[in-house]
């Protein structure tokens, strides 16, 4: 390699390390915010069975952990939600205190993550976080026609 | 001759005004062929949807089939270039697979809100119908990454 190339490399990092830090700045907070929806949704949903659904509760814990990755990766971290910290949505889930509750209020729990991840895939810039975020995007969409009762009409 | 130190002394002056100046960033391919791709895709999972004779899921996969094939005109290319296929009622459940690993790598080379709440919406809408078909065929789905690569 010349030293005009080294030069040339050196200039082209430099040139792009703003947009970038920037960039995962803001993808940072979204994925921190999206963990902690997942946290409290996994609180929620634990030792629930729902029609339609395997174990959200276990597949919560699972994008939470695939959420806290791609933290990692950009050099963050961010602590356990507690219990009172639960959003409303997932609140609303964990007390309510008959099927139909539990039904109406974990439809509405995902339709309200589905409004989130939507907002995070318009947002995320770094193309592994986007997938990550796409792909919970459609497990919820998943979980929200399978809750709605929307049986498939033949 | 510029000397060695002068060179360095240049160079870092250079990339200290460059790390003070407007941000760049490096454009994503084009998304055409991932559009095509996810067309293609969608026209499967749809011929599948109508041989099981679902005819709301195939319905609406129609309609995202529509607005793909729009969305590829108006970026001036030809919808037909994507695979059409029939039939492929055994084949339902891997075709919805793979229409939404289409969609999810459709998004990052889509830009801007509209764009990205456009490849938002196909994957959201596409993976419900996808539960709602494998549901009615005793398969519902299981997977907290539906449209991870595989």
Partial sequence: ????????????AALARPALAAAEDRDGDIVKHLIAREEAAAYAYRGLRLPGLDDPAAQDTDHAKALRTQLQAIGRGTSPISVDQLDTAARRLAEASNRDQRLAAAADLEADLIADYRSAVIAIFEPGILQ???????CHAQRRALLSGASYPA | MVGRRALLLGGGAAILAAGCGKDERVSPPAPEPAL???LAAERA????????????LSARSRER?????????E???????????TGGGNEALPRGRRALEAYVA????????????????LLAQAAADVALMGDALGTPPDDPFPGTPT
């Fill in chain 2, 36 to 38: 095509l791709r996810s």
């Fill in chain 2, 106 to 121: 459709l998004l990052p080379r889509l830009q801007g809100r509209d764009e990205r709440s456009f490849g938002a919406d």
């Fill in chain 1, 132 to 138: 990550t975020v796409a792909t919970i995007l459609a």
């Fill in chain 2, 45 to 56: 999972l749809g011929a599948a949807m109508a041989t099981l004779e679902m005819r709301l």
């Fill in chain 1, 1 to 12: 390699m010349t030293r005009r190339q080294v030069f040339g490399a050196a200039l082209a």
């Fill in chain 2, 75 to 85: 970026r001036g290319r030809d919808p037909h270039e994507a695979l059409d296929v």
């Fill in chain 2, 65 to 73: 089939s529509e607005k793909l094939a729009s969305a590829l005109s």
